[in-house]
């Protein structure tokens, strides 16, 4: 290490609060359609712009004593603990993983001869967990406020995780298998897409294998038309209303169209000139994509008919999906099904039964859930693989099992809130 280790923790906490200065920028600007590249800093009551000093994080905030200069009006107090908040994530996550080797079980067998050395590795999964937090702290925050999740989060952030994993493939969650008979667990990069047969699938690989093509094709396309916000209802006509509007009133046909278009001539060159590690990774990172949105999905469609009206927003689903092309879709699978529903459903029984408050953005929970995913990577992965993920294709079947059981579930929770309402009218 070129600095020791001591002195790369206060680096990165300096460089946390000046990024998380930046997300404020887009957490305020986002939701009112602003740029959030250009244009200073400015007070919202009388639009004075702050001084240079005044955005220095952290001390900006203490100087002016979360005040204008100029009117006095009071800045949130949540600028000063988002800044907080990422120097400390972004000091934190490296000491766990690079000083704690925290995603790494002991006796770890290092890559393959010919991959990258292990602390490259693990630095390149260290930048691109920092690069999900900074959208996940965007979005949540954002969801707070709004209820919403916006496409510029979540698209970018999903176009951006896929890029970086057909760059640096070794930048997803490692993986490891233990069916080896060694006393040491054996490194693969990409069991994310290989869990249903032990090894890679042949039919998955790039030029000439055309299955591969296909698949990536498929899966990058669905991701596409799901950016389309098709809304959950019985009414046709309302569907395509909506699609109407979103695309031509609000003049995204043409970048939505070159999304579609730049995207599938990458994948078409990716599948004949990169190398097998980077198609893999590309591979792994479009499956977590297509895997979250699909997921989030089939159980909004689920809950909304259930509970007769919408359930999970559409930014959940594409919140997912760009989770899933940074981490890959098992991480999906236990941050929407183990973390995210514990932390919204105690939440959500605080809520309802303090205040009587029916509606709770889920965004938040699902962000926490994949960072809980992410820290406790090692010993979920020891469990997961050996209980789960060597259930072939009996996982999905547990998956619409599941999916089944909350329908079930959301039936009688609405019977219950029925049955209250008649008494209480009684």
């Known amino acids: 290490m070129i600095f020791p280790f001591e002195i790369m923790l206060v680096w990165l906490f300096v460089v946390g609060t000046c990024i998380g200065s930046f997300l404020n920028v887009c957490i305020y600007r986002l939701p009112i ?106 979005a949540s925050v954002i969801d707070l406020d709004s209820y919403q999740i916006h496409d510029e989060v979540t698209v970018t952030g999903t176009l951006l995780g896929l890029i970086g994993a057909a760059a640096f493939p070794w930048s997803m969650l490692p993986n490891w298998s233990r069916l080896n008979n060694l006393n040491a667990p054996v490194y693969d990069s990409f069991l994310p897409l290989s869990n249903l047969q032990v090894l890679y699938p042949r039919w998955l690989e790039n030029w000439p294998e055309d299955g591969g093509l296909y698949t990536a094709l498929a899966c990058y396309l669905f991701w596409w038309v799901g950016v389309t916000p098709w809304p959950v209802g019985n009414s046709l006509a309302r569907k395509w209303r909506v699609v109407w509007t979103w695309h031509f009133r609000k003049h995204r046909a043409l970048l939505h169209t070159l999304i579609g278009v730049v995207g599938s001539l990458a994948i078409v060159l990716a599948w004949s000139y990169l190398p097998m590690p980077q198609w893999k990774g590309l591979m792994t990172s479009l499956a977590g994509a297509a895997w979250g949105l699909g997921l989030v999905w089939l159980f909004r469609v689920v809950a909304s008919k259930c509970l007769g009206k919408e359930a999970l927003g559409f930014g959940d689903a594409m919140l997912m999906a760009m989770v899933g092309a940074f981490l890959g879709w098992q991480s999906v699978l236990l941050a929407f099904f183990l973390f995210a529903p514990i932390m919204g459903l105690v939440v959500a029984m605080i809520k309802w039964l303090s205040a009587g408050g029916e509606h709770i953005p889920y965004g938040p929970y699902l962000c926490l859930g994949t960072a809980a995913v992410v820290v406790a990577w090692q010993p979920i992965w020891d469990y997961c693989f050996m209980t789960f993920f060597l259930l072939g294709w009996m996982l999905p079947a547990l998956i619409l099992a599941s999916t089944g059981l909350m329908a079930i579930m959301l039936l009688t929770w609405v019977f219950v809130k029925y049955m209250a309402r008649k008494q209480h009218a009684a």
Request: aromatic share 16%; charged share 15%; proline share 8%.
């Open 33 to 138: 359609g602003e740029t959030v590249v250009f244009g200073g800093s400015h007070c919202r009551k009388c639009n004075v712009s702050l001084r240079w000093y005044d955005n220095i994080p952290i001390f900006g905030w203490l100087r002016l004593r979360g005040r204008c200069r100029g009117c006095g009006e009071k800045f949130s107090v949540r600028y000063l603990l988002v800044e907080l908040f990422t120097g400390i994530a972004f000091s934190a996550l490296y000491w766990w993983e690079i000083g704690q080797n925290g995603l790494y079980p002991p006796g770890m067998l290092p890559p393959a001869p010919g991959g990258p050395p292990l602390w490259l590795v693990q630095h390149g999964q260290y930048a691109s967990h920092v690069v999900l937090l900074c959208f996940m702290i965007v």
